[in-house]
DNA sequence: GCCGTTTTCGGCCCGACTGTTTTCAGTCG
């Protein structure tokens, strides 16, 4: 797969034309191609093969000539010649808040300033106050942008930023008196990780709800404090911002401020190719205002069907609204399980017990205990002896229990060989087998792949878990040519894992949607090691959500008699 | 560079803030 790979190009060449002032036209061209190949569920040789690049929306004649040129020469020469004479150091300048294209250029033209340490040094030294447009307070701000930068927390895992964002509008809530208080941005979007949280609230007065806001128990430093925005740095360095908007603009607000940008910008298009206007004041045609008072107004009154926040990315959403074909999204009260529990036989915290009567409280119909196998010696794999205790263990239980039922299962490893790490005798046994690749991340891609492809190829494997292994906090999805195990998924009819452990989220969005389209089913998991860990299947269902992914392609949607059925059916 | 229920040429999203200006350019979300 190449798209990754074009699509940083393409943004690059975005990059650098825009610091060289070429027509912001054009940049923008660049980028939303970018964004297009990054989003995009084929694989682009696929697509060029087949003569298709063109059909891809964003790219015309001029970025058709130049993937199909990177695809069969491995290099672009438009690319290379932009970026003669620019470095990397200098595109970076840009980076730093307050600082854009036409500042760096100046610099770098005026001053020779490369890099961040001559630009912090040239404003030291007073330097920049002598340029053109240039004064003491903005070198002043510089200096502020390069620490912003240098100190920038790094994106957050949309399941730390959740809880958070909670806790600060229950707080909100008790000691302000504010109507409505909603999260809007990507946080809203549910996007696997957020750079910064924005919170929404109508109420009569502004300046206390903000003062609230600002002087909350764990407020780590106020930004900005005004009538009608305020601007923290909460716990773990994060920027939560807060804005008190009027009650008839609230719905225009809401859906300017959760974006995205790619998304507003399209409905943007539309409303003035009729002769509307959409801003975060409210629709209106000329000076007629024609809502915003509820977010369902702006869509309806473009004549689009309503657009789930998930799927607001311009990833082909709104031409499914004008057919009035947005898809129907799986919801978490559709759930009737966890797929993916760890107990105390291997390396989770509670029992078999503890974890099924939570699973009742949490209306389930039945949940999936799936320690590690033998050889994972450092998360306590369990023995081929103690998984026949374990077997009996489940067994009483189940009889003992109402209202909830234990599947017996299994998160077996895929050894580096590609065999699985129980005799097959045992896994006929169980009732639900997930395989999953623990060791030897760094194996080669053809390696790696054949490995998830043995396991697919084994009749008692019922579902792949987190098919990339990627950890958003700290590592890198190892090589797998994700194609191929979709394709041997799809033949195979072997589910693939959603693993909703927050620092997991694996597959994720684009993948599922692959998924989805090659009708490879999906299961939803927490790899929960505790029970407090449980609540993250919200995260798995997200995930899926903004998959397009709709509640009959999920395993754990089903009742259990079917999914039982199914299971049987797999492994025999 | 892309794109077309006005267009194959001439458009291309909207508003706010800041700082340096004296009417506006640059930057941001």
Redesign the pocket.
């Known amino acids: 797969m190449k798209n990754r790979e074009l699509s940083e190009i393409f943004e690059k060449i975005g990059d650098i034309l825009e610091f060289k002032g070429d027509?912001s036209?054009?940049v923008?061209?660049?980028r939303?191609?970018a964004r297009v190949l990054q989003d995009l569920t084929e694989d682009i040789e696929v697509i060029q093969r087949e003569g298709r690049l063109?059909s891809?929306?964003?790219?015309?004649?001029?970025?058709?000539k130049k993937i199909a040129e990177y695809l069969e020469t491995g290099r672009m020469s438009?690319y290379e010649e932009v970026r003669r004479g620019i470095s990397d150091e200098l595109i970076k300048l840009?980076s730093?808040?307050?600082?854009?294209?036409?500042?760096?250029a100046l610099v770098h033209e005026k001053l020779g300033i490369e890099n961040i340490e001559g630009l912090e040094r040239a404003v030291r030294e007073g330097r920049l106050?002598d340029l053109?447009?240039?004064?003491?307070?903005?070198?002043?701000?510089i200096l502020k942008?390069i620490k912003l930068l240098q100190e920038a927390g790094k994106r957050i895992s949309i399941g730390v930023a959740l809880p958070l964002v909670e806790r600060i509008m229950d707080g909100l809530k008790r000691r302000a008196k504010v109507k409505q208080v909603y999260p809007a941005?990507s946080l809203r979007r549910m996007k696997e990780t957020v750079g910064d949280i924005?919170i929404l609230t109508t109420g009569a007065e502004g300046g206390k709800i903000i003062e609230a806001f600002t002087s909350a128990p764990g407020v780590k430093e106020v930004l900005a404090c005004g009538e009608t925005k305020g601007s923290i740095i909460a716990e773990g360095g994060i920027q939560v911002d807060l804005r008190v908007v009027p009650q008839e603009s609230y719905g225009s607000a809401l859906q300017y401020?959760t974006g995205s940008?790619a998304h507003?910008?399209h409905l943007?298009?539309i409303?003035?190719?009729?002769?509307m206007?959409?801003?975060?004041?409210g629709i209106?045609r000329g000076e007629e205002r024609l809502g915003g008072e509820r977010e369902e107004d702006i869509y309806s009154i473009l004549g689009l069907s309503y657009i789930p926040p998930e799927l607001r990315e311009d990833r082909g959403e709104i031409e499914a609204a004008q057919e009035g074909k947005v898809p129907q999204l799986v919801e978490e009260s559709q759930l009737r399980g966890d797929l993916h529990v760890h107990s105390q036989w291997s390396d989770g915290t509670a029992t078999i017990e503890e974890i099924a009567l939570k699973a009742k409280e949490m209306g389930y119909e039945y949940i999936a205990i799936c320690d590690h196998s033998q050889s994972l010696k450092f998360a306590g794999g369990v023995s081929v002896e103690d998984m026949a205790k374990k077997l009996d263990q489940i067994d009483r239980l189940n009889r003992g229990l109402k209202g909830i039922r234990i599947l017996s299962g299994t998160e077996v490893d895929i050894r580096t060989d590609g065999t699985l790490d129980y005799p097959d005798e045992l896994l006929e046994r169980l009732d639900l087998v997930i395989a999953a690749i623990h060791t030897g991340f760094k194996q080669p891609e053809e390696q790696i792949t054949q490995r998830i492809i043995s396991a697919l190829e084994n009749p008692h494997v019922d579902i792949i878990a987190h098919p990339t292994g990627r950890l958003i906090s700290s590592r890198e999805a190892y090589n797998v040519n994700m194609g191929e195990v979709l394709s041997k998924a799809a033949e195979t009819q072997t589910a693939l894992e959603i693993n909703a452990y927050y620092d997991r989220l694996d597959l994720n969005d684009v993948g599922c949607r692959r998924a989805m389209e090659l009708g490879v089913k999906l299961s939803i998991g927490t790899d929960a090691h505790h029970l407090d860990q449980l609540w993250m299947v919200r995260l798995g269902v997200a995930v899926a959500r903004r998959g397009w992914v709709g509640p009959e392609q999920i395993l754990n949607t089903w009742p259990l008699e079917r999914l039982l059925v199914w299971l049987k059916k797999r492994s025999g």
């Open positions: 027509s036209f054009r923008n061209a660049y939303k191609a063109r891809i929306p964003g790219v015309g004649e001029g970025i058709a438009k840009m730093i808040p307050g600082v854009g294209p036409k500042t760096v106050r053109p447009g240039l004064g003491a307070k903005k070198e002043e701000n942008g941005g924005d401020f940008k507003n910008i943007r298009e409303a003035k190719s009729r002769g206007k959409i801003s975060e004041y209106f």
